[in-house]
């Protein structure tokens, strides 16, 4: 009987899982981030990706820098704590890409 209990168990964290990726969670609120000065005078541009968890409330409540340029990174991880989204049953995670 535990075993079938465990089965259920990730079968229904997995599906849980599933959905979350498949859903995005909707932005309410959100900030542009600042173009940094010296990315400014370099003439760089590009995509800094994140990945965010969001609170059941949809404030965001941890970020972690995947990729693009070092930058560009600390302006799009500073607006995108600030983010609002919708909200949930329970938290959520999510990649986001920030262009510049």
């Known amino acids: 009987m535990t075993t079938i209990r465990h089965i259920v168990f990730w079968i229904l964290l997995l599906s849980g899982c ?20 010296v990315a400014k005078k370099m003439g760089l541009h590009g995509t800094v990706k994140l990945h965010i968890w969001i609170t059941p409330d949809g404030s965001v409540r941890r970020l972690e820098y995947v990729g693009g340029h070092p930058l560009l990174a600390e302006s799009a991880l500073k607006a995108v704590k600030n983010w609002k989204y919708v909200t949930a049953s ?7 890409e920030i262009k510049f």
């Open 18 to 37: 599933g959905y979350a990726a498949e859903h995005p969670r909707a932005i309410v609120h959100s900030e542009d981030p600042e173009y940094p000065e």
């Open 90 to 96: 329970q938290e959520t995670e999510m990649t986001v």
